[in-house]
């Protein structure tokens, strides 16, 4: 970032404070909406002592999809469930997930430096001011000014705090909030054990101290041991209760302090033994534990906060660095979704700068949607956290308790309940904010940017300010027509009749023609408007509203709802839907009924991307597909702009 000058303030639009993962994040996802931050981080290179491994659970699996960066981490990691919690002898299970991986509650483990080091080589390098940190902070009338350690001066609209645990944005507009020590440190540790590599992921309670093994890429195993205890005291006497620590860097430990490290943890079986054991002491870091107090404010005027800046926690879950990725994401979409909304209210050409500089824009149309979509989520994992430690530290009665009532619940009620209570934590049914560009790239993820130019125009569209008589697309929101061929053979029978009459399908028509027409509506969702016109000229219509939940793709017909299960060909241009399930929605309820299976029809979609659009062939069937009795195909050959 060679251009910036200290004699001039220079203005950039959005300035993120902290290039960690949750800046980065953010950086990222801006870039996806075209948005050009500027991120400053006061560290030349990360520290990837801090968390030799890292857990990022299905939420933030499915933000880093949207970003492009799934498949690679996925290379680099283990995708597990959900670890289960033991006595610390280790002899016993107290209680465990079911082994069922679903998006939510999959968990991808992988070395912290290798989640840092993608995020910021995926960040264009010449928007990345590192080794300068942010000194004084100042909010002025319509503008925010900072100050490098260097005496550069910045000017942005919104300065985004992605500054960590001792936020120097946090200092500047709340600073009363102190971050507090939680009593207890984290020791970490990677060792190569093809063996624990492999075996499910656990985590120990014993009094005072919790030990826990995770996978990471064979044959690394990630291990922590949370203890109390200043160990360097327990080794001589009874061991004390450690007070407020005096730094709260991440240090890396002693061969002294790995000895007392391996006597503290002496009753939690041969294994944890082991593996602190094989670990290096130079390759071993401590990390005294603080957390934030829940915040109810998150911003003030053109600052807002995000990760931990405004909600620091222990990493008891291994929710931190998720909750930053989910933050971030979230508010690149507050951000991307605030600018449509103003385009279209005041029919202006899309004009980022200009909407930047309104301070009330700013402040009610951005910042306080990400903040009320955010909180609440973050609020509850914070509450949830120090819980964790609190009955996994039980001493002497109180631990026996704890484990004898665990053991006495039935194992199949205790799995639906951890189950349950897990889902809670990761959000129960988050999805990923739409990064606006439609269904197909939220659901394919950036793989949609190798298809066709046609196809992809045709779910990126500009809002247009044309009109068409013909066919019902609104175009004051993100929309577009399209055309192409269909041919629909059918069944002659009263069943088949009745759904194609309740569809407004065409009985069969052979090489008729079809027209498109899709509005995206704020939230994602897509409205799909479908003309046949049949060689007499004859037209049919059908309307169908699409939408991703939990990574499924819906359709909704009427009261008709189809969840499909979408997967993906090699080539990253084909690829399929199938039917899980249909479902009827009682009207003015949110209540779902699902259709028996011998009367719902299977459905089975192929998707194929060509040079200007994509080819389809749709199959209904029932017996599991043993009697075929509809098949809808054809060819969408153009996707217009001016139709
Ligand atoms: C032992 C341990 C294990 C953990 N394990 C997990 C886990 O498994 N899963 C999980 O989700 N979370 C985990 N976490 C939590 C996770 O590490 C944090 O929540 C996450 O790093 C927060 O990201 P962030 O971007 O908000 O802040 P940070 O990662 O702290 O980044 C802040 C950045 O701001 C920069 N900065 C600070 N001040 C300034 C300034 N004045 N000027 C310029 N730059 C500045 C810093 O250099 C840094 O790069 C763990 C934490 C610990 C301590």
């Known amino acids: 970032?060679?251009?910036?000058?200290?004699?001039?303030?220079?203005?950039?639009p959005i300035i993120v404070c902290g290039g960690g993962i949750g800046g980065l994040t953010f950086g990222l996802s801006c870039t996806k909406y075209g948005f050009k931050p500027l991120i400053i981080d006061q560290a030349k290179e990360f520290d990837s002592k801090v968390g030799?491994?890292?857990?990022?659970?299905?939420?933030?699996?499915?933000?880093?999809?949207?970003l492009g960066l799934e498949k690679k981490l996925d290379e680099d990691g283990r995708v597990m469930f959900c670890a289960g919690y033991r006595s610390k002898q280790l002899d016993d299970w107290l209680v465990r997930?079911?082994?069922?991986?679903?998006?939510l509650t999959s968990c991808l483990c992988l070395r912290r430096g290798t989640l840092q080091k993608t995020l910021r080589?995926?960040?264009?390098?010449?928007?990345?001011?590192?080794?300068?940190?942010?000194?004084?902070?100042?909010?002025?009338?319509?503008?925010?000014?900072?100050?490098?350690?260097d005496g550069t001066i910045l000017e942005t609209s919104l300065l985004v705090g992605a500054d960590g645990l001792h936020s120097k944005v946090r200092q500047s507009i709340f600073p009363e909030i102190q971050p507090r020590?939680?009593?207890?440190?984290y020791y970490q540790g990677v060792s190569n054990n093809s063996e624990l590599s492999n075996s499910a992921a656990f985590e120990a309670w014993g009094a005072y101290r919790r030990f826990g093994i995770v996978g990471l890429k064979d044959p690394q195993c990630y291990w922590f041991a949370v203890g109390e205890h200043n160990i360097s005291f327990f080794s001589q006497s009874d061991g004390l209760i450690e007070d407020e620590p005096k730094s709260s860097k991440t240090e890396v430990i002693s061969e002294q302090e790995k000895e007392e490290l391996l006597y503290y943890f002496k009753d939690f079986g041969k294994l944890a033994n082991q593996v602190i054991n094989s670990t290096k002491s130079e390759e071993i870091v401590k990390t005294p534990i603080y957390e934030l107090p829940k915040m109810k404010e998150w911003s003030q005027g053109r600052i807002v906060l995000l990760g931990d800046a405004c909600h620091a926690m222990a990493p008891n879950l291994a929710q931190g660095a998720c909750l930053a990725i989910e933050d971030a994401l979230q508010l690149s979409s507050s951000i991307y979704q605030a600018l449509l909304k103003e385009s279209r209210n005041r029919n202006l050409q899309y004009s980022f700068e200009q909407c930047m500089k309104e301070t009330d824009f700013v402040k009610n149309n951005i910042i306080s949607n990400y903040v009320q979509k955010r909180r609440l989520r973050a609020h509850i994992v914070q509450t949830l956290v120090p819980m964790v430690h609190q009955i996994g530290r039980l001493d002497g009665r109180a631990e026996q308790f704890r484990n004898a009532f665990f053991k006495a619940w039935s194992g199949k009620f205790k799995t639906f309940i951890f189950d349950k209570t897990h889902q809670f934590c990761l959000g129960w049914s988050y999805t990923a904010p739409n990064l606006g560009q439609g269904l197909y790239t939220r659901i394919i993820g950036p793989n949609f940017y190798n298809y066709p130019k046609g196809l992809v125009d045709f779910h990126i569209n500009k809002p247009k300010q044309l009109d068409s008589k013909q066919i019902s697309v609104d175009f004051n929101k993100q929309s577009c027509v399209a055309e192409g061929n269909c041919t629909i053979y059918s069944d002659n029978n009263y069943f088949v009749n009745a759904v194609e009459k309740l569809l407004q399908l065409p009985q069969n028509m052979n090489n008729g023609k079809v027209i498109l027409g899709v509005t995206?509506?704020?939230?994602?969702?897509?409205?799909?408007?479908r003309q046949f016109i049949n060689s007499c000229g004859q037209v049919n219509t059908f309307d169908s509203l699409q939408y991703v939940k939990e990574e499924k793709l819906y359709e909704e017909i009427f009261n008709f709802v189809i969840v499909m299960r979408l997967e993906e060909k090699g080539d990253n241009r084909t690829f399929y839907h199938q039917s899980e399930g249909i479902y009827f929605k009682i009207p003015f309820t949110n209540l779902k009924i699902k259709i028996p299976q011998f009367l719902a029809p299977k459905i089975k979609a192929e998707t194929i991307g060509t040079e200007n659009g994509w080819k389809y062939n749709v199959e209904l069937s029932y017996l599991n597909g043993k009697y075929n009795v509809l098949t809808y195909k054809g060819e969408i050959t153009k996707v217009q702009n001016n139709y």
Do not use: H
């Open 52 to 66: 030799q491994g890292i857990g990022l659970w299905g939420p933030a699996q499915m933000a880093l999809k949207q």
């Open 520 to 529: 995206c509506n704020e939230d994602g969702s897509e409205l799909w408007y």
């Open 97 to 103: 997930p079911s082994n069922r991986i679903d998006r």
């Open 1 to 12: 970032m060679s251009q910036i000058t200290k004699q001039v303030a220079q203005y950039f």
């Open 121 to 149: 080589e995926s960040f264009p390098s010449d928007q990345l001011l590192l080794g300068k940190r942010v000194e004084q902070i100042e909010q002025l009338d319509n503008l925010v000014r900072i100050t490098l350690n």
């Open 181 to 185: 020590y939680a009593g207890y440190s």
